[in-house]
């Protein structure tokens, strides 16, 4: 897979809105993923954006994709305490293998 | 629950020695593919298996083999384990091949 990096972690105020953002360097990248990883667990998919598109909303979760830059975040609105998780970026192209980054934790304080 | 399934949750053994992880996909599911999680390495994609074939590999090392038997559960197979070989082993399933849901892991410790 190609490099996916993403910072490794966010604090943020319960209440708030968590902005995590990701870049990517495979240009032939057809998706775009995120995941969500509680302590102990495995990783749960959250949203996935197709590259032909530059947002998407999911009742609290909002992606941006500029894909001239390569770059995709995503928004967590009102955020929460069970929210707090490691949440990863990944990529695939046409063979779906995904890619991941490093993975960013995000701490909510209250 | 992703409804797939991982057994075991925890694998303890010792240097050389070989173990089987067992996958069970979501109903419907015909693709299974395997991840490892590392500290060094991250999360790694080793193989995709497709409704019993070999779809997709990875850096994937010699010593370990994987298979999806007609019942559409998938094993990974790993022999002459070494200290490296320590970590989580993820499983995922999938209808369509951007939709990957994955198992909760298979916890390796190599002593």
């Known amino acids: 897979g190609e490099d996916v990096e993403q910072s490794l972690f966010l604090s943020v105020r319960e209440g708030d809105s968590s902005v995590i953002n990701c870049t990517y360097t495979?240009?032939?990248?057809?998706?775009l993923y995120w995941y969500k990883q509680e302590p102990g667990a495995g990783l749960q998919l959250l949203t996935y954006i197709f590259s032909n598109m530059d947002m998407k909303q999911d009742q609290r979760l909002t992606v941006l994709l500029n894909k001239k830059d390569k770059h995709l975040s995503l928004r967590i609105a009102d955020t929460q305490t069970g929210d707090s998780a490691i949440y990863f970026c990944?990529?695939?192209?046409?063979?779906?293998?995904?890619?991941f980054g490093a993975g960013t934790t995000v701490t909510v304080r209250a | 629950d992703s409804g797939v399934t991982q057994t075991p949750k925890h694998l303890i053994t010792a240097t050389g020695q070989r173990v089987t992880l067992r996958c069970s996909p979501r109903s419907g599911d015909l693709s299974v593919y395997w991840y490892q999680q590392s500290l060094d390495q991250g999360l790694q994609f080793l193989i995709q298996?497709?409704?019993?074939?070999?779809?997709a590999k990875g850096n994937i090392l010699e010593r370990f083999s994987a298979q999806q038997f007609p019942d559409l559960h998938s094993e990974l197979n790993l022999s002459s384990l070494e200290l490296g070989d320590s970590a989580l082993y993820f499983c995922?399933?999938?209808?369509?091949?951007?939709?990957?849901?994955f198992g909760p892991g298979t916890r390796l410790t190599v002593t």
């Open positions: 995922a399933s999938s209808v369509v091949p951007y939709e990957q849901y």
């Open positions: 495979d240009s032939s990248s057809t998706y």
């Open positions: 990944a990529e695939s192209s046409n063979d779906y293998k995904l890619s």
């Open positions: 298996y497709y409704n019993g074939e070999e779809r």
